[in-house]
């Protein structure tokens, strides 16, 4: 338990504490904080408290304005920052519970934060994403039974796609222009520590995969996943997909080191992303084009509204969680709204 107030349905419990980067009207520069109850503790205001081996010499990566110093690190640190973090949030310890100027001066309520990218991202490929933490010399591929130590955590994506430009440029080049004009993520990063008790064994893989990609420890995740539409209008969302992360065939581990087989290098900060995230129902369906049949069937929003693709005005709103006992392990909402094109 934590001595800050948590509710039962919050994806912000003292189990998760997922980074990002913020910033206030009253203090504009960007910070490090983490998610707690409706809260964002300041690293930079308590950095002076870590304690650990790593981070009490290490403790200047969270002055920086994005987290790829502390991505860089590597497993030992951000253990040991989870560690400390669950400690020092505890209703049971007194430094920071007791301590009522640095308690002002550490906790901004996320109503009154403006959230950032939490990294320089050097690249990125496309709905559940993860962040590179420490990465490989160019030429030196990562093998699969230590891929996990360069995986740092996840967010929710929104590859945005505009089908129409698609169709038309896809023969001969492939997705171009269709693909490239914008995406969204959720503004927390979750640890893949807060998400191990939701571990699941791995999908049977047919035919099976080359032995580089050979990987019998369990990292597919049971991730509840949902899609909502808020139209023009619209007095609250209406979803239109639930799905899981569960139903993904290939495992983060397996993305990242096929990546480098090649001896292609990462950066403290990539973003890969796992692709769209379809179940085997109808309404497991991750995109638009797959849940309106290429457009041949409408989705009913209610309020004599339906869609068969996006129109200018929508709002699309992804969120997802793990479901613990009393817990949620929740990454927010990944949130973006279709302006009108402009004229050329």
Sequence with gaps: MSFIKVDENSHFPIQNLPYGIFSTRDEPRHRIGVAIGDQVLDLNAVKHLFDGPVLSKQHHVFEQSTLNAFMALGWEAWTEARSWLQKILSDKEPTLRDNTELRKRAFIPQASAVMHLPAEIVSFYFFQAFFIGPGNTLGVPIPIGEAHKHIFGMVLMNDWSARDIQKWEYVPLGPFLGKSFGTTISPWVVTMEALMPFALPNPI?????????CDDQPYTFD????????????????????????HMYWTMKQQLTHH????????????????????????????MLELSWNGTKSINLGHDQSRTFLQDGDEVIMTGYCQGKGHRIGFGECSGKILPARTI
Excluded at 205 to 213: A, G, H, I, S, V
Excluded at 223 to 236: E, P, Q, S, Y
């Design 260 to 287: 480098t087989v090649n001896g292609c290098n990462l950066r403290p900060g990539d973003l890969l992303a796992s692709g769209t995230i379809s179940g085997p129902e109808p309404e497991n369906f991750g995109s």
């Design 205 to 213: 893989q047919d035919p099976k995969p080359l032995t580089y990609l």
């Design 223 to 246: 991730i509840n996943l949902f899609v909502a539409i808020k139209g023009d209008g619209m007095c609250k969302p209406v979803n239109i997909c639930r799905s899981n992360f569960k």
